[in-house]
């Protein structure tokens, strides 16, 4: 394991501190890893079955993704983990040679709480495919992920919502998420060629979070997730919590929160010191007919757009809106809105231009920090979005201030 002034690298992860906001506490840097280097700030669009909804795997590379996110708990069940050993894991299976990340299954506890049963053992719950009882252990769960050969794995951790009232089982989380990932460590069978990623806990309770912070730094993992957000809290108590964490996490590792996925989140939240992050959101709201835009969400099923014969947002550099003459498709906002309430091209269209203009703004924020005008880049991004600084939300108007950037100057 070597650090350097401004380089962290163990086994099978190299990180490069490039840039650092001399306003805010965001950072550019760069990220090696088993299938190649991406660059932070980054985006993950989640293909949570080894495939991302309506896009081929040469289309996702086109957009510039370089690591997308796959789900252990519903690979571990469908192919399973015979199939992923004689194919040679998730890459092969999906025909994906850029990195992966995996869940380690533990977000199922949430959104599958009805069927599981949580116990210092593991998770245990029933199949939804055929009703079988199934355990997901620590143990069980770094197997799958090394049988799907992620370039990064999380840990296991208990994962409750962070609006549970109940503190006493809010803390038990917590420390059974620091106990789970030393199991976890103790079962990963491939450290040289796959990441393990702990994962803080501790809901909204600010000291608890640190309390975790200060334990799973302990143990050294090549990089650290803030999980257990994005289950309905208030955006203010979302903001607190991550900028408590970052403030405690070392400078040379990366920093993912996980299933954060609204443009302005991850503005603001790039600010607070946070480096990687992934949502289905561009994805599922392709599905529904939205366009993601530097002005807001367009339903392209609105009839205003019957007539419209202009790309879906002028100026993108996605292949669905760029010019023929630059290789791109040339597709009209007519031609989504036509398609996009009863044919699955649309959401196909819709999910390439969604996940290009995720990854997009990405590249636009690390620019910004490398050159010293990320503060300037966030007043234009939320003067794009809103048409009126009274408009503006309040909780991110507070959480920028702290970083020394005031929104309605």
């Keep these: 394991m070597v650090m350097a002034f401004n380089v962290y690298e163990s ?54 993704c370089r690591l997308c996110l796959n789900n252990t ?29 995996t869940d380690s299954g533990g977000f199922q506890m949430v959104s599958l709480l009805e069927l599981a049963t949580i116990t210092e053992e593991g998770v245990r719950f029933l199949s939804p495919h055929d009703g079988s009882p199934m355990l997901l252990t620590p143990e069980h769960s770094m197997s ?24 006493a089982r809010m803390r038990l989380a917590m420390e059974r998420s620091v106990r789970w990932l030393d199991r976890c460590i103790a079962a990963h069978k491939k450290p040289e060629t796959q990441n393990l990623f702990c994962i803080i806990q501790g809901g909204l309770d600010l000291e608890m979070r640190k309390e975790c912070c200060e334990e799973m730094v302990k143990r050294d993992t090549p990089g650290i997730a803030i999980g257990g957000l994005s289950g309905g809290e208030a955006k203010d108590d979302f903001c607190r919590v991550v900028e408590t964490c970052t403030a405690l996490l070392p400078d040379l590792k990366p920093r ?13 939240s790039v600010a607070l010191g946070a480096d990687m992050f992934d949502c289905v959101w561009p994805t599922r709201t392709a599905r529904f007919g939205a366009a993601v835009t530097r002005h807001g969400v367009l339903n392209m099923r609105n009839a205003r757009f019957a007539h419209d014969f202009g790309p879906v947002e002028t100026g993108c550099g996605c292949n669905c809106c760029l010019s023929v003459e630059k290789g791109g498709m040339a597709v009209t906002r007519a031609f989504v809105h036509h398609n996009s309430a009863k044919e699955t091209v649309g959401a196909h269209l819709l999910t390439i231009h969604n996940v290009y203009y995720q990854l997009n703004l990405m590249r636009q924020i690390r620019e910004s920090i490398i050159s010293q005008r990320f503060p300037d880049f966030i007043k234009e991004f939320f003067g ?26």
């Design 11 to 64: 086994p099978a992860l190299k990180f490069e501190l490039v840039a650092k906001c001399n306003t805010t506490r965001a950072r550019a840097s760069n990220l090696t890893l088993p299938h190649g280097p991406v660059q932070l700030p980054l985006f993950m669009p989640v293909a949570t079955q080894a495939s991302l909804k309506g896009l081929t795997y040469e289309q996702l590379e086109q957009t510039s």
């Design 73 to 101: 708990y519903h690979l571990g069940l469908k192919p399973g983990q015979e199939t992923l050993d004689a194919v040679g894991g998730a890459h092969k299976l999906q025909g994906w040679d850029h990195n992966i990340l």
């Design 144 to 167: 799958l992920q090394n049988s799907i050969g992620s370039d990064i794995m999380m840990q296991l951790d208990d994962v409750l919502v962070t609006t549970s009232p109940d503190a």
């Design 256 to 268: 993912y929160v996980m299933g954060i996925g609204f443009p302005e989140d991850l503005v603001v």
């Design 384 to 409: 794009n979005l809103y048409e009126d600084k009274k408009d503006y939300p309040t909780w991110a108007v507070d959480a920028l201030r702290r970083v020394n950037v005031d929104l309605m100057k």
